[in-house]
């Protein structure tokens, strides 16, 4: 031939070829598994929307984290269904609130797996938004933030390795930081969910959390999925105001966005394969359109390779048996 062709394929010959000069590898060490605890007695109720996810009560959770340890998952990220609703979200700072009690019987039983807390109210309002929502409907940012300290730091009298507040209230990160101080609670590290957007792949996750708002939706404090710039302010502010690992998500939509905070900052950074990207699969593969195992590891190193160093999914233990 006379054109010289750039042999691209030689290095895609065999496996162990293509092993050698992979760039991007998932391991389970980059995985954590939200869990969502209930009130109730050897309660496992499914969420419909997302197959192989349960609300499981916390008599009967030990079981459960059996399983997740002996696969070798470093965490999981806490969501809390209360028993009670109330206007101020009072058992979001419970001490004896089920995100507490759970967070006690995991350090109990396996002290070395890491609890992550979701620290917002929208599951303890009941009106279902993410603050305190004022007479004129508006939501009352600085008055929240009372409310998500004083959750952080009871979550943090329980045990928590760390807390993980997903509000998006202006300026949770550096108050949160304070009270953790001044409070004795200086090793307890902060994952902000820094860049969240207002997004219609939560929709499942509603479900599972019992948490939709009940008027209105969250575009007032979440962000719009048409901003990346924005998003970097966001982290940039949440750096600045002392949190460890910053946040993105979802991740599917978002990839652009793990990309650009990656080649900002140098923290570690989560990115959230959230609810609905989850069910997406999960139904198609139901449907025999996706060969499930293949996509789930495919949109696993697909977040990796944009930068992500953690994952949270609910694909986690799935993953985990097939990783090793
Ligand atoms: C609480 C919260 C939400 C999610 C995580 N924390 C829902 C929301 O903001 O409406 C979504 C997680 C998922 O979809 O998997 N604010």
């Avoid at 940012?141 to 202006?170: F, K, Y």
């Amino acid at each position: 031939m006379a054109f010289p062709v750039q042999r691209m394929r030689r290095l895609r010959r065999n496996e162990t070829i293509r092993r050698m000069v992979r760039e991007t590898t998932v391991t389970v060490n980059d995985l954590i598994y939200p869990l969502f605890v209930i009130y109730g007695r050897e309660k496992r109720l499914p969420v419909n929307s997302m197959p192989g996810v349960f609300q499981i009560s916390c008599d009967i959770l030990r079981e459960e984290l059996r399983e997740i340890h002996s696969l070798g998952i470093p965490g999981v990220l806490l969501f809390g269904i209360p028993e009670h609703k109330d206007a101020l979200a009072t058992a979001a700072y419970d001490d004896k609130g089920v995100v507490q009690e759970a967070t006690r019987i995991i350090k109990d039983s396996f002290p070395d797996l890491l609890v992550i807390t979701d620290v917002c109210l929208c599951e303890y309002m009941d009106h279902g938004h993410c603050g305190i929502v004022d007479k004129d409907g508006e939501i009352n940012n600085d008055a929240t933030l009372e409310l998500l300290a004083r959750e952080a730091l009871s979550h943090a009298r329980a045990g928590a390795d760390i807390v993980a507040p997903s509000d998006m209230m202006d300026g949770r990160i550096g108050y949160i930081r304070q009270v953790l101080d001044e409070n004795g609670f200086a090793g307890t590290a902060i994952m902000s969910y820094a860049a969240k957007y207002a997004s219609g792949f939560y929709g499942p996750f509603r479900e599972a959390a019992e948490s939709a708002p009940q008027f209105g939706d969250r575009r007032s404090y979440q962000m719009d999925p048409a901003n990346g710039r924005e998003a970097l302010r966001e982290v940039e502010l949440d750096i600045a105001e002392g949190a460890d690992i910053v946040m993105v998500k979802p991740a599917l939509a978002y990839l652009d966005i793990i990309t650009r905070v990656r080649e900002r900052y140098d923290h570690p950074l989560a990115a959230y394969n959230v609810s609905g990207e989850y069910s997406m699969l999960k139904a198609a593969a139901a449907n025999g359109w996706l060969d499930e195992e293949r996509v789930m590891l495919e949109i696993l190193t697909g977040i990796k390779r944009a930068g992500a160093d953690i994952i949270i999914t609910y694909s986690a233990k799935d993953a985990a048996r097939i990783l090793g």
